[in-house]
């Protein structure tokens, strides 16, 4: 198997998806001429032309909006926002638009249409480094992945385009760069499904996105103490897949939930609740949860190194609940 | 300033606009049905058969009949909440229309949208949408999705001059602007965005030179004018269908109810709507065919009942559906497809 970025993986899938199918446009800002603020559409305004890699004004309403209507028109378009941080402009769009015209019309009309979006920071402050895939998994309509490997992210956004459902494909600027095996032939994978990515059995971590490797580095040194940890990638935020989390606490008795969002009212808090629920009699400790700290984020680099879980903080947390 | 008044554009006196006389006769009962049909759904309402919102068309009529005889009956339709009159004008059945109001099974969205929310994508009617102005990208979007295809269908996009001052709208109508689709945006000033006055609420009362923000022709058309409406949405449309783009057609009108259900109309006087009445663009059109000759007095009465009896029939229609089914709650929420077993509780 080839090693490839995320960023070529994500790349990947888009072509595919392109040439396989001619009602598959994208359009967002940059996404053309430039071939995006992240290279990751890069090479398609050349390869498919301006009619299917449309560049937009920058214009999140628009651009969501008018995704929505191509979308019902019979297109399948993949609409980039530039950051998800723009997301919140183009809200209505989302939310009350691509989210509801299913039911809302009794299923007379879908709404195939994915939103590609980065979440992400890197000294950008307090309005350009947020997460907010809470928000999108609130919403019934919505489909919500959060790929955290190049192999994920290429076979979840060839399932995305090919959904007829309206799907936040939700990505990270601080993962695409990272390396990862991805086949050479064509694959998909299910959206909706949750999985380990690695085996243990003395403490569940429940992750997604980037915290996945994080997760993965502290299990790894934790190993080397003889704490063995399982970790479950989500993959999927909704439909949120809890089968594989589940059969994981049913051996370590133990969860911890590493998220990089804001932890009150995030993922963390949804999924401790069902372990809580489905789960109580396997539990030995109460579900933990790790996220970002509860602040808008600060410029100097010190303070935001500050914001995160990190490897230490993960391991020390894992030992706090072994002991 | 009276926002009716100023560049208002003649009716076209052309010879070849003239309707005939099935289409003279249909555009009437089409508005008569409309109002016939509001009167009715009013009166439920005060019954208490129909929840929630309900925003009538009433004194509207003449522009989404006006408007749906210029269109193709492929070209698609998008509209905002105060909507029963562009699907009635579309020829969508009453009865599922009323039943919709009532939220049954039988409605045109199966109950699950209620008033504002009307569809029939068999007849490219693409929704209500009950956020002013959220649309206009949309039809930005469907128009894209035409040209694409190089399909010579037209979006005609209606929304009320509140609409014009949202971000949406610009940011809609400019995108539709810089890649040319064919869009026409149909602007019904009917003088208030809900309780405010037009001139407390934008900065450019004639609604039309908001256009000229998007380099797109505007245009100001006496709403209440059945073939002014119509012949100026034609015209509009078979630019578009040419190649050349969106256009924003304004048409002055008035609101002879409130903005909806319970709206005691503090924010304006009984003279002021009194003094519109006579500009009824259903009274105008009667007044034409009559003078003109088109049609005798015994044979408006004669669509009068007629209409009645479409109406009556909506609303038995209506009041005997059943409700949803109990298991109607959680379908249509998504496609079932593409994704994993499902396990979310």
């Known amino acids: ?323 | 300033m009276n926002a009716t008044t100023g560049t208002v554009r003649p009716a076209p006196a052309r010879k070849e606009s003239a309707p005939d006389r099935p289409e003279s006769m249909d555009m009437y009962r089409k508005m008569l049905l409309i109002r016939r049909f509001e009167e009715r759904a009013e009166e439920a309402y005060g019954r208490g058969k129909i929840g929630g919102f309900l925003h009538l068309y009433i004194g509207e009529e003449a522009i989404a009949v006006g408007a749906m005889a210029a269109l193709r009956p492929d070209d698609d339709v998008i509209t905002h909440y105060r909507d029963h009159g562009y699907v009635l004008a579309r020829g969508v059945d009453p009865k599922a229309i009323m039943a919709e109001l009532y939220g049954k099974s039988t409605g045109v969205s199966k109950g699950k949208g209620g008033s504002m929310h009307l569809a029939d994508l068999e007849r490219h009617v693409w929704g209500g949408y009950a956020i002013v102005g959220g649309h206009v990208p949309m039809a930005a979007g469907l128009a894209l999705a035409n040209q694409y295809r190089n399909e010579p269908r037209v979006v005609a996009c209606f929304m009320g001059e509140g609409a014009t001052n949202i971000g949406a709208f610009f940011a809609g109508l400019n995108m539709a602007a810089v890649w040319k689709v064919p869009m026409i945006a149909i602007v019904e000033n009917n003088r208030y965005g809900m309780g405010t006055p037009v001139e407390r609420a934008s900065a450019v009362v004639e609604i039309h030179q908001k256009a000229a923000a998007f380099g797109i022709p505007g245009l100001r058309i006496d709403g209440n004018d059945l073939l002014a409406v119509r012949d100026a949405v034609r015209e509009a449309a078979d630019a578009a269908r040419a190649g050349g783009g969106p256009r924003l057609l304004e048409m002055t009108t008035y609101r002879l109810r409130g903005h909806s259900m319970g709206d005691p109309q503090r924010y304006r006087t009984k003279e002021e709507v009194e003094e519109a009445k006579p500009r009824d663009p259903i009274l105008r059109w009667r007044k034409v065919l009559l003078e003109t000759g088109a049609a005798k007095e015994d044979e408006l009465e004669g669509i009068a009942e007629e209409i009645e009896a479409v109406v009556e029939e909506s609303i038995r229609f209506a009041e005997e559906s059943p409700d949803p089914d109990p298991s109607a709650l959680c379908a249509d929420v998504l496609a079932e497809e593409s994704h994993g077993p499902e396990n979310v509780s």
Request: proline residues 5%.
């Open chain 1, 1 to 323: 198997m080839a090693l490839k970025t995320y960023r070529d993986a994500v790349r990947e899938a888009l072509r595919e998806e392109m040439a396989r199918d001619p009602n598959v446009i994208i359009l967002g800002e940059e996404v053309g001429v430039w071939g995006g603020t992240y290279a990751v559409t890069r090479g398609l305004h050349e390869e498919f032309g301006a009619k299917r890699v449309i560049d937009t004004p920058i214009a999140e309403a628009a651009i969501v909006g008018a995704a929505v209507g191509a979308a019902m028109g019979g297109l399948r378009p993949v609409a980039e926002l530039m950051t998800v941080n723009f997301s919140l402009v183009a809200m209505d769009q989302i939310v009350n638009s691509a989210a509801k015209i299913r039911y809302m019309f009794g299923g007379q009309a879908k709404v195939p249409l994915v939103i590609r979006t980065p979440a992400g920071w890197g000294q950008l402050a307090a309005t350009h480094s947020q997460f907010f895939e809470a928000w999108f998994a609130h919403v019934p309509g919505l489909t919500v992945v959060m790929p955290a490997t190049p192999y994920d992210a290429k076979g979840l956004l060839k399932s995305a385009i090919r959904s007829e459902n309206p799907v936040m494909f939700i990505e990270h600027f601080r993962l695409y760069g990272v390396k990862g095996e991805v086949p050479d032939g064509e694959y998909t994978l299910p959206i909706g499904v949750s999985e380990v990515k690695r085996a243990g059995k003395d403490v569940t971590i429940v992750t997604y996105s980037r915290m996945l490797h994080t997760s993965l580095a502290a299990a790894e040194t934790l190993s080397k103490d003889g704490i063995e940890c399982e970790v479950v990638d989500l993959r999927t935020l909704r439909p949120l897949d809890m089968r594989a989390v589940y059969e994981s606490v049913k051996k370590t008795h133990r969860a911890l939930i590493v998220e990089e969002d804001w932890t009150t009212l995030g993922m963390g808090a949804e999924i401790a609740a069902r372990i809580g629920r489905d789960r109580f009699d396997d539990l030995d400790a109460p579900v933990e949860r790790l996220g970002q700290v509860e602040v808008p984020m600060p410029y100097a680099k010190n303070l935001e190194e500050m914001m995160f879980p990190d490897e230490k903080l993960v391991i020390d947390r894992v030992k706090t609940m072994l002991a």
